[in-house]
């Protein structure tokens, strides 16, 4: 039975509504810990124990700030390659939205940002949980 136009529009709909939700609660849960004072732990590592990719990327800048690059590393050795590919994808729908085009990264990008998130993933339980 094929999926009628209804039901698609209704499952973007909660789809869209999920996501929204989900980034809300990131922002709130963010702001919380910044207001207090503190730098926020990571929502995934605080549910369930285990790190997030991009885990001790904030730390890590904070470390560059102060001029130790190993430190920085051993948070997050991928923080390097993720801020290149970040700067690249904003740029990219930076000026897709400009030009008022559908906001989209290319599929290759799409695949190295996967790439580059297992990578710091493995990386992660690789240096251990004192960097998480």
Excluded: H
Aim: aromatic share 14%; hydrophobic share 55%.
């Amino acid at each position: 039975m094929p999926i009628l136009r209804s039901q698609t529009r209704l499952i973007y709909q909660v789809t869209r509504g999920i996501a929204f939700g989900l980034f809300g609660f990131y922002l709130l849960w963010n702001a919380a810990w910044l207001f207090s004072g503190v730098l926020p732990p990571s929502i995934l590592t605080e549910a369930t124990g285990i790190p997030c990719p991009t885990t001790g990327v904030t730390r890590g800048m904070a470390a560059i700030l102060n001029g130790d690059w190993v430190q920085a590393l051993l948070w997050n050795p991928l923080m390097p390659v993720y801020a290149g590919l970040l700067i690249y994808s904003a740029i990219v729908l930076g000026l897709q939205f400009i030009r008022r085009k559908r906001l989209v990264l290319r599929p290759i990008i799409a695949r190295f940002w996967m790439l580059a998130l297992t990578m710091g993933w493995a990386a992660k339980f690789v240096i251990g949980p004192q960097y998480w």
